[in-house]
Antibody, heavy 118, light 110 residues
Framework: EVQLVESGGGLVQPGGSLRLSCAAS????????MSWVRQAPGRGLEWVAT????????YYVDSVKGRFTISRDNAKNSLYLQMNSLRAEETAVYYC???????????WGQGTLVTVSS | QSALTQPPSASGSPGQSVTLSCTGT?????????VSWYQQYPGKAPKLMIY???KRPSGVPDRFSGSKSGNTASLTVSGLQAGDEADYYC??????????FGGGTKLTVL
């Protein structure tokens, strides 16, 4: 059974940093691209970043470029998102998701809540 | 990259069919066969319902179908059931390695 479990969320002040983790199991992690998608309270989904199988290609939404870094450790079956210079409007549930055909995301974690507030 | 446009709400009675729309541009929806649809219950993670415009993942009932015409994609839910009441989001490849989502449609089963 495919499982994705996020961790690392919490309360952080504006301008602060946080590192999210996603532990994957039930599939060959190194064979898939992975993504982070966020959802602000009461709002829609927003794609944040994608990393391919061997981390040779990485993509970000424009609003996080230069501040967020997606990475992975295939030996540990883990995906990460380092978030720096956080803004209040980035308060959201952050989901990790497995990439599939046609830019779809076929499995999602339960999400981890990041609250940016003073 | 602008979000795709979805009506905020839609409704139908049990047994009826309802079609949800997702409008983009020729730079996203109209330019690629990379439209997906997700179902999300409150407080839960999204679930993939349709990918590549009209393909259903294993386990998704065939009451759910997808299509596209020009810059507008559609999700049709036939034989509406109470359990179909949820938020539905579309997404599309937006070029330059970007993924764009719609704002979501809240489907109510009357």
């Amino acid at each position: 059974e495919v499982q994705l479990v996020e961790s690392g969320g919490g309360l952080v002040q504006p301008g602060g940093s946080l590192r999210l983790s996603c532990a994957a199991s039930g599939f060959t992690f190194s064979a898939y691209s992975m993504s982070w998608v966020r959802q602000a309270p009461g709002r829609g989904l927003e794609w944040v970043a994608t990393i391919n199988k061997d981390a040779s290609n990485i993509y970000y939404v424009d609003s996080v470029k230069g501040r967020f870094t997606i990475s992975r450790d295939n030996a540990k079956n883990s995906l990460y998102l380092q978030m720096n210079s956080l803004r209040a409007e980035e308060t959201a549930v952050y989901y990790c998701a497995r990439d599939s055909s046609g830019w779809s995301r076929d499995y999602w974690g339960q999400g981890t809540l990041v609250t940016v507030s003073s | 990259q602008s979000a795709l446009t979805q009506p905020p709400s839609a409704s139908g009675s049990p047994g009826q069919s309802v079609t949800l729309s997702c409008t983009g541009t020729n730079s996203d929806v109209g330019g690629y066969n990379a439209v997906s649809w997700y179902q999300q219950y409150p407080g839960k993670a999204p679930k993939l319902m349709i990918y590549e415009v009209s393909k259903r993942p294993s386990g998704v009932p065939d009451r759910f179908s997808g299509s596209k015409s020009g810059n507008t994609a559609s999700l049709t839910v036939s034989g509406l059931q109470a359990g179909d009441e949820a938020d539905y989001y579309c997404s599309s490849y937006g070029g330059r390695s970007n993924l764009v989502f719609g704002g979501g449609t809240k489907l109510t089963v009357l």
